[in-house]
C-alpha cells in the first residue's frame, strides 16, 4: 500500500469514500432542486413570479460568490491541503441552511418573502464552499491521469445514486413525517437529508489525500483568471455543460408538478426516481469503454442525438401509458449519464491544459465555475418551470386544465429534448490539436 501512495496511487478506501461524499452532497441539491419552488408556491404561499424571482436573483449573487470561492480555494495553502478544509469544516453549515430553507416561521406574507430569500442565498453560499472543493480534489487526487478518469467516474456514479435515493425517497420521507401538504414535514425531511450529507461529504474529507502538490506560491487572481480566458477548449465546454445540464435540471423542478397534476399521485416520483438511476447508472456505467473506442466530443454529441430522440417521444407517441413512459424516460436518463462522464472527463482534460499553456492547473477556479454553471443551470430551469407556470395560470390545488397538462408534459419531454440539441452547438468548437494533445501526454509523462 506505501508503494501505491508513494506513485500516486489511489486506495480503495478513497474509491468508496469519493462516490459516498457526491451522493451525500446530491441528496442535498435535488431534494432542494425538486422541492423548493413547490415549497415556495404551495406552502409559504409566496407567488410563483416572486419565487422565481428569488432564485434567479439567489444566482446572479453566485455569478461573483462562485469564482471567487474558486480563487480562494486555488489560494488556500494548510497542512490538510488546499481543498480538504472545506470539506472536513464546510458540511456543517451546508446541513444547517440547507434546513432553514424548508421551514415555515408563520411570517406574513413580506417577511416570509424576505427570510426565504435570505436563506436560500446562504444555502448557495454554503453549498460553493463544498461543491468546489469536492469535485476540484478529483483533479489532484492522484498523477496517473486513468486514475483521475477513473475517480471522476465513481464520483458521478456516486452523485447519480445520491440524485436516484433523493427521488426515490424523499417523497416517501415526506409522508413519513405527515404528507406533501404539511410545511413541517419538509422540515424534516430536510433536516434528516442534510445530516446524513454531512456524514458523507466529512467523510470524503478526511478519507482523500491530495497527491499533486500545488505551486509554493500561490498564483495572482488576476493570473489565475487566464486559466479560463486563455482556455479555449474549457470555454466551449462550460457552455456545453451549462445547456446540457437543463435537461435533468427541468425535469427536477417540473416532475412533482407533473407527478401531481398530469399522472394523479406523487407517489410516481418513485418510479421516476428508478427510471432515472437504472439509466443514469447503466449510461455512466458504459462510458468509460466508449472513450476507449470514440473521441470524447464525437460521444458527446451523439449522446445529446440520441438522448433528444428518447426525450421526445412520450410527448408523441404513448403519453396515456406511464409505464412505456418511464421506460422511454430511462433511455434518455441514460444517454444523459454518458454526457456526464465525457464532460467530466474533459474538464480534468482542460486542467491539464491548463497547466501545459500557463503553467498552473487552477483547478479551484475551473471547478467553481463548472459549479456556478451548474447552479445558473438549476436557476434557469427553475426560471422557466417557474415562468410556465405563470404562464399556465397556475393556482395550488386548483383543477388541471389542459394547457396545465399540456404545458407540465412539455417540460418533462420536449424542453428537456431541445436542451440536449442546443448543448451540440458550443461542442462543436470544442477543440484541442494533435500538437497539444501530444504536449499533454508529455506533460503528464513527467508528473
Excluded at 488546499?82 to 434546513?99: N, Q, S
Excluded at 461543491?131 to 471522476?152: G, T
Excluded at 427541468?250 to 432515472?276: E, M, N
Excluded at 433528444?308 to 406511464?322: K, L, M, R, T, Y
Amino acid at each position: 500500500m506505501k508503494n501505491r501512495r508513494e506513485n500516486g496511487g489511489v486506495t480503495l478506501v478513497e474509491r468508496i469514500a469519493y462516490p459516498l461524499g457526491l451522493a451525500g452532497q446530491n441528496m442535498v441539491y435535488n431534494f432542494m432542486s425538486m422541492y423548493i419552488l413547490f415549497f415556495f408556491t404551495d406552502l409559504l404561499g409566496i407567488p410563483a413570479a416572486i419565487a422565481t424571482g428569488i432564485i434567479m436573483a439567489a444566482s446572479a449573487w453566485d455569478v461573483i460568490n462562485d469564482p471567487l470561492m474558486g480563487l480562494i480555494t486555488d489560494r488556500t495553502r494548510t497542512r490538510l491541503g488546499k481543498l480538504r478544509p472545506y470539506l472536513i469544516f464546510g458540511p456543517v453549515v451546508l446541513a444547517i441552511m440547507f434546513a432553514l430553507c424548508f421551514c415555515d416561521f408563520g411570517l406574513a406574507q413580506v417577511a416570509a418573502i424576505g427570510v426565504a430569500a435570505l436563506f436560500y442565498v446562504l444555502w448557495g453560499m454554503s453549498y460553493t464552499v463544498c461543491d468546489i472543493p469536492i469535485w476540484a480534489i478529483s483533479s489532484v487526487v492522484s498523477k496517473d491521469p486513468s486514475q483521475r478518469n477513473s475517480m471522476v467516474t465513481l464520483g458521478k456514479i456516486g452523485g447519480t445514486v445520491g440524485t436516484a435515493i433523493c427521488t426515490v425517497c424523499s417523497i416517501m420521507v415526506i409522508n413519513g413525517f405527515g404528507g406533501e401538504r404539511l410545511a413541517s414535514a419538509y422540515t424534516y425531511a430536510a433536516i434528516v437529508i442534510g445530516l446524513v450529507s454531512c456524514v458523507l461529504m466529512t467523510i470524503t474529507g478526511l478519507v482523500l489525500k491530495e497527491r499533486i502538490e500545488p505551486a509554493a506560491k500561490p498564483v495572482s487572481f488576476r493570473e489565475n483568471l487566464r486559466t479560463v480566458t486563455c482556455n479555449r477548449p474549457l470555454m466551449a465546454l462550460l457552455v456545453g455543460i451549462l445547456v446540457v445540464n437543463m435537461v435533468n435540471n427541468i425535469r427536477q423542478a417540473a416532475q412533482t408538478y407533473f407527478a401531481i397534476y398530469v399522472w394523479g399521485d406523487s407517489s410516481w416520483l418513485t418510479p421516476i426516481g428508478i427510471s432515472l438511476i437504472v439509466g443514469m447508472v447503466a449510461g455512466m456505467a458504459l462510458t468509460p469503454m466508449l472513450m476507449g473506442r470514440f473521441d470524447k466530443r464525437k460521444l458527446f454529441i451523439g449522446s445529446c442525438i440520441g438522448g433528444a430522440v428518447a426525450s421526445s417521444i412520450p410527448f408523441f407517441i404513448g403519453g396515456g401509458n406511464i409505464m412505456f413512459c418511464l421506460v422511454v424516460l430511462g433511455v434518455s436518463f441514460a444517454f444523459t449519464g454518458v454526457t456526464t462522464i465525457t464532460t467530466s472527463s474533459m474538464l480534468i482534460d482542460a486542467v491539464d491544459f491548463s497547466q501545459y499553456k500557463l503553467g498552473f492547473r487552477g483547478e479551484g477556479i475551473i471547478f467553481s465555475l463548472n459549479t456556478f454553471l451548474s447552479k445558473l443551470s438549476g436557476m434557469i430551469s427553475r426560471a422557466v418551470v417557474g415562468v410556465g407556470l405563470v404562464l399556465m395560470s397556475y393556482e395550488a390545488d386548483a383543477a388541471v386544465t389542459p394547457l396545465l397538462s399540456s404545458g407540465l408534459s412539455a417540460m418533462i419531454y420536449l424542453i428537456p429534448a431541445a436542451c440536449f440539441l442546443l448543448a451540440i452547438i458550443p461542442m462543436m468548437f470544442y477543440h484541442i490539436s494533435p500538437e497539444e494533445q501530444a504536449g499533454i501526454e508529455a506533460m503528464r509523462q513527467q508528473q
